[in-house]
């Protein structure tokens, strides 16, 4: 009788093969199942928890200038900008683009690709180009189409809100300087972050992409507390960006309101006499011999600074909603510097400011008495280095008048007031007042005091090679040491 054969199970290499190939992938799987876990459980955590918490910058109010008398130096005011949100669009494609045309008719900006190519503006960015890529990125985020509107413009919009889903009219704050020119060397202004500033501003959380920080003036020097704190909002969003839910909330603080000193009509009328007194002394020579100038009016009294012109000047109102850089790349290249402030920038010598602290400082030194008469014959003899025994031989400087230069008090007969150093102590800064940070609107260049404060130049063609920087004052500064003397303070 026949018996069926007994198969047994076939044990080749493919089946072999293809066991070790299934151990192995469910190694890998048990493997990489435990590392996303456990060993990379806390960075994917994170990960997904960025996804789904975003936390969003709330501006805060920057602080206003004043002048004594509380006028407007820099304030700040409303700036409308139209925003669109690609998910409250119409669904279809024609609807859509019949919104973006309506929209584009008030706020001038090409509704389509075409449409800007039609009116020769394909340099722009069409409105249907703008929110297709916020559709791609964040469909419930807002896409900002316009900046800057005029106010009725903006009142349009929001009557046509009907008409216009997802479209909305947000409202920013912009600075706004009303004096303008008037105070621009003072008020400064603000601009972009710079490039080396960006990482130590991120950390104080600043925005490089949208924050503006102060360039110059008062709105540099005083930034931290014209600025203020930014607040923050964090929420729970989902996949396509819209606001699931507000977890925290942290208030903004306002910049700080400043109260300068200034007086605005004070500062109008010594910049109109400045301007006058060019003219003049032009008019005098009969050809241009100046075009710069500086006025400052201190109270003597406080030492408070009414008034600071520095002619010529610039327009910061030019700069208050973005930097034009035709206009300043003009100021830039101005041989006059109108954007440097004279005043606390640049370097002078400090002329008979001087004799005034030469004068006192020989009282104070008890080399003379206030009852002491100086000859001035109207010249001084200057010894020759190189044969001071020939009196035929010396050299003569004829003099104008009594005129002590920086540190000495001429007179030939009096051997003790040919050179009257001032001690050690009182060639650091803060002699009179000399040297201190007397209040910074700008870059303030630094003056020096030499350890011999006068040189007597022989020879007039000497005296116009030397370099006098050194004893070169801020015009700021120079007034400091007269409103130290007015008081009767020691140098």
């Not at 590392?35 to 928890?49: H, K, P, S, V």
């Not at 501006?59 to 900008?81: H, K, Q, S, T």
């Not at 929110?131 to 791609?136: A, M």
């Not at 942290?250 to 309101?257: F, H, K, M």
């Amino acid at each position: 009788m026949f018996e069926p054969r007994r198969q047994e199970p076939y044990r080749g290499w493919r089946l072999s093969l293809f066991q070790v190939i299934v151990v192995l992938t469910f190694v890998i799987f048990a493997v990489r199942t435990y590392a996303l876990q456990f060993t990379e459980g806390t960075y994917w955590r994170e990960l997904a928890e960025e996804n789904r918490i975003s936390r969003r910058p709330i501006a805060a109010a920057r602080g206003a200038i004043e002048d004594r008398f509380g006028r407007p130096l820099a304030r700040n005011v409303p700036a409308f900008n139209v925003t669109v949100i690609p998910a409250d669009l119409p669904e279809t494609v024609e609807d859509e683009i019949r919104v973006l045309e309506r929209l584009a008719a008030l706020i001038d900006v090409p509704a389509t690709d075409e449409a800007a190519e039609a009116a020769g503006r394909s340099d722009e960015r069409s409105l249907f180009d703008l929110v297709d890529e916020g559709t791609r990125i964040a469909p419930y985020r807002p896409v900002t189409v316009a900046r800057d509107i005029d106010r009725n413009i903006a009142m349009r919009v929001l009557e046509d809100r009907l008409n216009l889903p997802g479209v909305d009219v947000q409202v920013a704050a912009l600075r706004e300087y009303p004096t303008a020119a008037l105070t621009a060397q003072i008020i400064g202004y603000l601009g972009p972050i710079p490039a080396e500033q960006q990482l130590e501003l991120l950390e104080l959380g600043y925005d490089p992409n949208f924050d503006r920080i102060g360039y110059d003036g008062v709105e540099a020097y005083l930034e931290d507390e014209l600025a203020g704190r930014k607040g923050w909002s964090v929420v729970e969003v989902d996949v396509a960006g819209q606001i699931v839910s507000v977890l925290r909330e942290d208030s903004a603080i306002p910049g700080r309101n400043l109260r300068l000193t200034l007086d605005t009509e004070l500062q109008q009328a010594a910049q109109e006499a400045i301007i006058r007194r060019i003219n003049i002394v032009n008019a005098e020579v009969g050809e241009v011999v100046t075009q710069q100038g500086v006025v400052i009016a201190m109270d003597p009294n406080t030492g408070e600074i009414m008034a600071m012109v520095s002619w010529p000047t610039y327009d910061n109102s030019r700069f208050a909603r973005a930097i034009d850089a035709e206009y300043y790349f003009s100021q830039l290249e101005n041989p006059l510097y109108p954007l440097v402030n004279h005043a606390v920038s640049a370097l002078y010598p400090p002329g008979s400011v001087w004799k005034v602290l030469t004068a006192v400082g020989v009282l104070q030194e008890d080399v003379i008495n206030p009852n002491s008469v100086l000859e001035d014959p109207g010249f001084i003899y200057l010894p020759n280095r190189y044969a001071p025994n020939d009196i035929s031989r010396t050299a003569v400087r004829v003099l104008a008048g009594c005129r002590p230069r920086p540190g000495g008090v001429p007179g030939r007969d009096r051997p003790e007031l040919r050179r009257v150093l001032l001690p050690d102590r009182r060639r650091q800064p803060g002699c009179a007042g000399v040297g201190l940070e007397v209040g910074r609107v700008g870059h303030r260049q630094p003056g020096a005091l030499r350890a011999r404060l006068w040189r007597w130049d022989v020879l007039r063609d000497r005296a116009a090679r030397r370099d006098r920087r050194p004893y070169a004052r801020p015009r700021l500064e120079t007034a400091q040491p007269r409103r130290e003397l007015v008081h009767g303070r020691y140098l």
